[in-house]
């Protein structure tokens, strides 16, 4: 594998096997540039289901489907996350009976495939079944695992109001755009998970582990708090490579600066690596802005370079998943 270019030769990439622990919408892009550059290799994606929610009286499993729908082509490119080509009578036939909560969009394209998960799902099937039976529909071309076929939700602890109370982490993010600052986030039911069927099995077997741009603390994290998955990770003796969320001290998507404070981290490109550790993390790239901090990220165990990390396209996140693959060359080296 060659670092000048991040060019990765065919006989190096043919038949490689990849673990990516996967949250919503930079999970998912980063995903479909991986698949661009290295098209022969055996994919495995463990996605967070700590963000899943009951709605309606549907299991929503919001990370999933956007992973699912993005590799599929039937994702909304403009948002990044729900259904291209989307309407919304149904939700406005439920506000107009007074049903909510009005605050979370489901159209009437996504509203199908949370009726299935749920059918699924009564009638006795274990969630890693049925997001195998929705793949089936969507052909992401990975194999797209839950990290748990257990329960777990997170949930924020914040003040409201003067009220200090937990609320779902949809709520926190969707509905108060996190706008009161988090004092603890919890993946409730996360202790008493087992990892999904294959979670253990493809880690043990990869050839390399990434943790994409998702959120460090309730994407990639929560994934890590499911009792065997760290371990898992730690133990495989694969280069374990990540790639930053923050870019200039800022995330690059979302409010992931508002739940790193809630854990006590900096939100910059070094404290997140340091929170990770060396003794799960080989290599960390960050993007070109945050060159100062390579060398902080080096004295703290961890190998380290600077790329550019902005998502603009598909050939953008492409050559970010050549920059990883060419990292975790230098660590195997």
């Not at 979302?254 to 739940?259: L, P």
């Amino acid at each position: 594998m060659t670092g000048s270019r991040g060019v990765v030769p065919a006989c190096k990439t043919y038949g490689m096997r990849i673990v990516v622990l996967a949250g919503g919408i930079g999970g998912a892009r980063f995903l479909r540039g991986l698949k661009q550059a290295v098209p022969d290799a055996d994919i495995t994606v463990i996605g967070n289901t700590a963000d899943d929610i009951h709605l309606f009286g549907l299991k929503v499993c919001p990370d999933l489907d956007t992973v699912m729908y993005t590799l599929g082509g039937g994702i909304n490119e403009e948002q990044g996350w729900g259904r291209t080509d989307e309407t919304f009578h149904l939700k406005e036939e439920l506000a107009a009976y007074g049903v909510g909560p009005e605050w979370f969009g489901l159209g009437d394209r996504d509203f199908a495939t949370h009726i299935v998960r749920t059918q699924m799902l009564s009638a006795g099937y274990p969630l890693s079944a049925v997001t195998e039976a929705l793949c089936d529909r969507w052909k992401p071309g990975v194999r797209l695992l839950p990290m748990s076929d257990d329960r777990v939700e997170t949930h924020v602890a914040i003040e409201l109001e003067g009220e200090r109370k937990a609320v779902h982490f949809q709520e926190y993010w969707v509905r108060l755009r996190a706008s009161v600052p988090a004092e603890a986030v919890v993946p409730v039911g996360a202790e008493q998970a087992k990892p999904a069927p294959g979670v253990l099995e493809a880690i043990a077997e990869a050839d390399v582990v990434l943790f994409p741009p998702s959120n460090p603390v309730v994407s990639i994290g929560t994934i890590l708090s499911v009792p065997g998955i760290r371990e898992a990770i730690a133990d495989a003796g694969v280069p374990v490579v990540g790639l930053s969320p923050i870019v200039g001290d800022a995330p690059v998507r979302g409010m992931a600066d508002k739940v790193l404070a809630a854990v006590g981290v900096e939100s910059t490109a070094a404290a997140v690596a340091e929170h990770y550790g060396s003794g799960l993390l080989d290599g960390w790239l960050v993007d070109t802005v945050d060159a100062g901090s390579v060398e902080q990220v080096e004295a703290a165990g961890i190998r380290c370079r600077a790329v550019p990390l902005m998502m603009t396209d598909v050939d953008a996140a492409a050559q970010m998943a050549r920059e990883a693959l060419a990292l975790a060359e230098e660590v195997r080296g």
